[in-house]
């Protein structure tokens, strides 16, 4: 069974600065798709970035970019020139790329207050 | 299409009653999973639906939970007999089978407070 560990429960970073939050996770599976999703308080769940295990390139989505370390199994998420609309709760997830896959596992979240 | 839509958006009931939430997906969608969110925790999955077919159900639901998809639109999750333990927020995603089947559009939840 996949799981997924985001090890900073909170995290507060100062407008316009940088700010990392980490994730790793298991699996036995060589192919497969991990994401970052932001839930801002008392509205839905929105997708980040997703990262396709089998490209080695990091995926960048504006300010958002990710540090994917496949040997390692850690996938975090830097967040650059952190804006007060950053401000959420922070979920790291994980989905086998298997044609059957359905399952997204997450992590317990990171939540990030950006403060002015 | 505004996205994914759920109803209510709050639930408050008295432990032993039967709650419905509904969800609406994106139309063109033909995949709708149903997840749990309680409090500190990231979601968990419940079951998911692909067209009006649920293929995969948690252990997690147990026999007081139920959901349905009629002609692969719309879904509700009924829980009977409410207890404490099912306070939660009750999310709802949808996704195209395929290429685009693992991105998620999330809703934004039904939140179950049961007293």
């Known amino acids: 069974a996949q799981t997924v560990t985001q090890s900073q429960p909170e995290m507060s970073v100062q407008e316009a600065e940088t700010v990392t939050l980490s994730c790793t996770y298991d699996t036995s599976e060589s192919n497969y798709y991990l994401f970052w999703y932001k839930q801002p308080p008392s509205r839905q769940m929105i997708l980040v970035i997703r990262?396709?295990?089998?490209?080695?390139q990091n995926a960048t989505e504006n300010r958002f970019s990710v540090n994917f370390q496949k040997a390692a199994k850690s996938f975090s998420l830097k967040i650059s020139d952190s804006q007060l609309g950053d401000t959420a709760m922070y979920f790291c997830a994980f989905i086998d790329a298997g044609a059957g896959s359905y399952q997204l596992t997450f992590g317990k979240g990171t939540k990030l207050s950006v403060i002015p | 299409d505004t996205g994914v839509s759920q109803d209510p958006r709050h639930k408050i009931t008295k432990r032993g009653q039967n709650v419905t939430f509904r969800c609406d997906p994106i139309s063109e969608h033909n995949r709708l999973y149903w997840y749990r969110q309680t409090l500190g925790q990231g979601p968990e999955f419940l079951t998911y639906?692909?067209?009006?077919?649920?293929?995969?159900k948690s252990r997690l639901l147990s026999d007081r939970f139920s959901a349905e998809r009629p002609k692969g639109s719309f879904s509700t999750l009924e829980i009977q007999r409410t207890e404490q333990g099912d306070s939660a927020m009750y999310l709802c995603a949808s996704s195209l089978a395929g290429t685009g089947a693992n991105v998620l559009t999330f809703g934004a939840g039904s939140r179950l407070t049961v007293l």
């Open positions: 639906f692909q067209n009006e077919a649920q293929l995969e």
């Open positions: 990262q396709e295990a089998y490209k080695q």
